[in-house]
């Protein structure tokens, strides 16, 4: 496999990341050809430089979630991770699996707390995602920015969804999608993408 990229200033994971076991349960690796899917789909439009991005769906008691620091263009079979839960206070996840789970953990693990609709969430980047001037009018921006994969951040976003209903841009960072299912919660963004493409051809 080729060495993983990183986007300049990624430091890694901002929470302590305790694993429970290697494996991820059997039953959730039948998701894999489905993360496949979407990370075909975003690479197809430009929307998989490096590590930006990661995208998860509920599971049990839990959700599976990338890996940190994966490049969703080559995604592989070992970054699929199993997050059984998030302790917010003590700023810890337990997680199954050979890699610890993805630094923006937290926000998907507050989003579906808060969001019973959300099954599946796509974090994704583009060009236009920092580009206010484009973005207004079409998707609704966090108010503020907040540093990655922190817990601040984390409630930027389920305060941000109060005002929209399936996605949102994350200011000068990169848009969330969420959906009853990856494919949806795919399209959603690329519905967006494309969109803010025709408007900044427009420009």
Do not use: Q, W
């Not at 993805?102 to 998907?108: A, I, P």
């Not at 969420?178 to 025709?198: E, F, Q, V």
């Amino acid at each position: 496999m080729n060495k993983k990229r990183l986007m300049e200033g990624y430091v890694g994971i901002r929470f302590n990341a305790v694993r429970l076991s290697c494996v991820i349960p059997v039953a959730a690796k039948r998701f894999y050809p489905k993360f496949k899917s979407v990370c075909r789909l975003l690479k197809e439009n430009d929307m998989t430089y490096a590590n930006a991005g990661n995208i998860s769906v509920l599971f049990k008691d839990g959700f599976i979630i990338t890996s940190t620091g994966s490049n969703l263009e080559s995604l592989g079979k070992d970054e699929l991770i199993y997050v059984e839960r998030c302790n917010f206070k003590k700023n810890t996840v337990y997680y199954h699996g050979r890699h610890k789970p993805s630094s923006e953990t937290f926000m998907h693990s507050l989003i579906y707390s808060n969001m019973p609709k959300a099954k599946a969430i796509i974090h994704a980047h583009d060009e236009f995602a920092t580009r206010p001037e484009i973005l207004k009018g079409d998707i609704t921006e966090s108010e503020k920015e907040a540093p990655y994969g922190s817990l601040e951040l984390a409630r930027l976003a389920i305060k941000t969804f109060k005002k929209a209903r399936s996605i949102i841009v994350l200011k000068n960072h990169g848009y969330v999608s969420t959906a009853g299912g990856l494919k949806t919660a795919c399209n959603i963004i690329l519905k967006t993408h494309k969109l803010m493409l025709k408007k900044a051809r427009s420009l």
